[in-house]
């Protein structure tokens, strides 16, 4: 066993380089150069060297492993609003301090069949809603790692663990994968399995993964069983998208500009109600978030975290048939953008309106991402470039069901980019 400040070097090492953690990891273990328990050591190291300041995790507690399969070995973290047996299960907030989980999550469980040993668990923002998380950025403490899934993100991205579980319900995975420089991936809406996750709104609550690289992501796809699939090179950029910060603008027309010498890249007209999704979607957030978590407003008030509780007052007064229009809107644009996929498989928006904003009062804005989370489409961000050292993702969204091609083609984009 190597000492603690080799340990650490190399975790230092191996985190920087263009090869994922999780590539590095199973390359580790397959050409037996490194045991399990010494990739588990280094992540370990990693999070004792640095997690004082980032405060990515709620809990660390190497879970023994469960079984052997593709995954055996390989380290992860869960958001904190996973059921996990005998961890720390305490959805972001101090009400649940010291709360235990009595069993797996689905996901959780399924992962731990496969050989990956669950590590611990990472910060959420209080119940996955807007009241921020204490985790910093790793990349510039002072700024907001994004939400609700801060610590999966920064756990990642600080090189403390190969992968780890997050969910969206408007943009809570792609959002801090572009913070925090690394990939996030929403696979279509119900592919992950949801049993024994906290919910917040149903209709849009979406497990999902982070890595470091899309191609440690769709390492990570296949081997917890999905097939590898082929991509077509047709690229859609829409004509209207949210306004974006002007770092993100220039970041994102030169990306757009250096995909089109590798692929066919066209300007796509999205449906004409599609500008609505971004109030769609937080108005189904808030009238189904405001039930699931009104029995906890009425027993512990603004404890449950001040924007929670706001969010709660404001969605109980959304009448039925607001939320049985917003639903059907939603079901129109769905089929009509399904129609648009056929033409151009993949659409490229920024994954953020910006770089990770200052402060950590507030998580950042998910309005580039609530509309896909909204219609179900499997999102993936990939990290583009840096504006003063702060990362910035682009989101690439494929039609229903593409989750494999899409994996496939963040890996091609990243080359390219990489190049």
């Not at 066919?264 to 978590?293: C, K, S, W």
Request: hydrophobic share 40%.
């Amino acid at each position: 066993m190597r000492s603690r400040g080799e340990g650490v070097v190399m975790a230092e090492r191996f985190s920087a380089t263009k090869r994922g953690l999780l590539r590095q990891f199973i390359h580790w273990l397959d050409s037996k150069a490194r045991s399990r328990e010494e990739l588990i050591a280094l992540c370990l190291e990693r999070i004792a060297a640095r997690d004082a300041q980032l405060k990515a995790w709620v809990e660390v507690s190497p879970q023994p492993e469960l079984n052997r399969g593709p995954l055996t070995g390989i380290p992860f973290g869960a958001k904190d609003i996973f059921e996990t047996l005998n961890l720390a299960t305490e959805y972001g907030s101090p009400l649940y301090a010291g709360r235990k989980g009595s069993s797996d999550a689905a996901l959780v469980a399924h992962l731990r069949e496969l050989g990956a040993v669950l590590l611990g668990k990472t910060q959420t923002t209080a119940f996955a809603y807007l009241d921020a998380a204490p985790t910093h950025n790793p990349h510039d403490p002072s700024r907001t790692p994004g939400g609700s899934s801060s610590g999966s993100a920064v756990a990642v991205a600080a090189g403390m663990v190969p992968f780890a579980l997050g969910t969206q319900t408007l943009g809570s995975i792609i959002r801090p994968a572009s913070f925090c420089g690394v990939v996030g991936f929403k696979p279509t809406y119900g592919s992950l399995p949801l049993g024994g996750v906290l919910p917040f709104a149903p209709s849009l609550d979406t497990a999902g993964l982070f890595t470091q690289t899309a191609d440690d992501m769709r390492l990570l796809w296949t081997r917890i069983g999905n097939k590898n699939a082929i991509p077509k090179p047709w690229l859609g950029v829409p004509t209207v998208m949210p306004p974006v910060e002007p770092q993100m603008e220039i970041a994102f027309r030169t990306t757009v500009e250096r995909l089109s010498l590798s692929y066919q890249v066209n300007v796509v007209e999205l449906p004409q109600d599609f500008p609505q999704m971004t109030g769609t979607a937080r108005l189904i957030a808030a009238y189904e978030g405001a039930r699931t978590h009104a029995p906890r407003h009425r027993e512990y008030g603004e404890r449950i975290g001040r924007k929670l509780a706001q969010l709660v007052e404001e969605g109980l007064r959304i009448t039925v048939s607001e939320y049985h229009a917003a639903l059907a809107l939603i079901a129109d644009v769905k089929r009509e953008t399904r129609r648009l996929f056929h033409e151009y498989p993949f659409l490229l928006t920024p994954a953020a309106p910006g770089p990770a904003p200052e402060g950590l009062e507030s998580t950042g804005d998910p309005v580039m991402n609530c509309a896909w989370t909204a219609l179900g489409f499997p999102v993936i961000s990939v990290p583009m470039s840096a504006h003063n050292g702060l990362p910035m993702g682009l989101q690439i969204v494929a039609d229903l069901g593409c989750d494999s091609e899409l994996v496939t083609l963040a890996v091609h984009i990243e080359s390219t980019l990489n190049d």
